[in-house]
């Protein structure tokens, strides 16, 4: 089967930076997503990698290590607007030839305090 | 560029009762994915359609079912509602690649769906 550990909740000021890590265990794995959703709102698109190494995008980055089946999303200069869930979700094949499936972690709750 | 759409925004039924819920895709994207989010939980992945075939599905029962349109818009169809289908159902869509389907999902505002 597939399994996603993320840390349930973290806390982090404003202005600073925050981690948030993601192990995985699959098979089939082809790459690692990271969402953005706000109370109430629709997850969003972050970021995707499908090789090793740091991926920048503006104050977020994000990770991979295949051969640690690890990943993290780093957020540089937190602002209260990121105060959101953050889900990690690994990209991988599914039973049956040309199937795919994008399974989520249970969400990591970011609070950004002043 | 117009974002994923889904209608209803909101629905209440009762137990027993069957609901259709809808999505429209991003222009230009082929594949639809249906997820269930239940209060406070993660996304649980139900149906993958892309160009009119159901590619792939999620440990969920037969009454769960769905089908996508020649434009690629999409309904998710649930029978004999149970309690605990009550959730947010969150369509997304990607452009599929020559693999098939993608990481890269672009999520509708979602229908939440109340079971009494």
């Known amino acids: 089967g597939q399994s996603l550990e993320q840390p349930s909740e973290v806390t982090a000021v404003e202005g600073a930076i925050v981690q948030i890590n993601c192990t995985y265990q699959t098979s089939g794995f082809y790459g690692l997503s990271w969402y953005q959703q706000h109370d109430g709102g629709a997850p969003t698109f972050l970021s995707y990698n499908a090789l090793d190494g740091l991926e920048e995008t503006g104050r977020f980055s994000s990770f991979l290590s295949r051969s640690d089946s690890y990943g993290y999303l780093l957020l540089q200069e937190l602002q209260m607007k990121d105060s959101a869930s953050y889900f990690c979700?690994?990209?991988?094949?599914?039973?049956?030839?040309?199937?795919?499936?994008?399974?989520f972690g249970k969400g990591t709750k970011l609070s950004v305090i002043p | 560029e117009a974002g994923v759409t889904q209608s209803p925004t909101h629905l209440i039924k009762t137990r027993g009762q069957q609901v259709t819920l809808r999505c429209s895709p991003i222009s230009g994207h082929t594949s639809v994915y249906w997820y269930q989010q239940a209060l406070g939980l993660g996304l649980q992945f139900l149906l993958w359609?892309?160009?009119?075939?159901?590619?792939n599905r999620g440990n969920f029962p037969p009454r769960f079912s769905g089908r996508q349109f020649p434009n690629y818009s999409s309904e998710l169809n649930v029978n004999a509602l149970e309690l605990e289908d009550s959730a947010l159902y969150l369509c997304?869509?990607?452009?599929?690649?020559?693999?098939?389907?993608?990481?890269?999902?672009?999520f509708g505002p979602g229908t939440r769906l109340t079971v009494t």
């Open positions: 359609y892309d160009e009119g075939e159901e590619r």
């Open positions: 997304a869509s990607s452009l599929a690649k020559r693999t098939g389907g993608s990481g890269e999902q672009y």
């Open positions: 979700a690994v990209y991988s094949a599914y039973s049956g030839a040309g199937s795919y499936q994008l399974t």
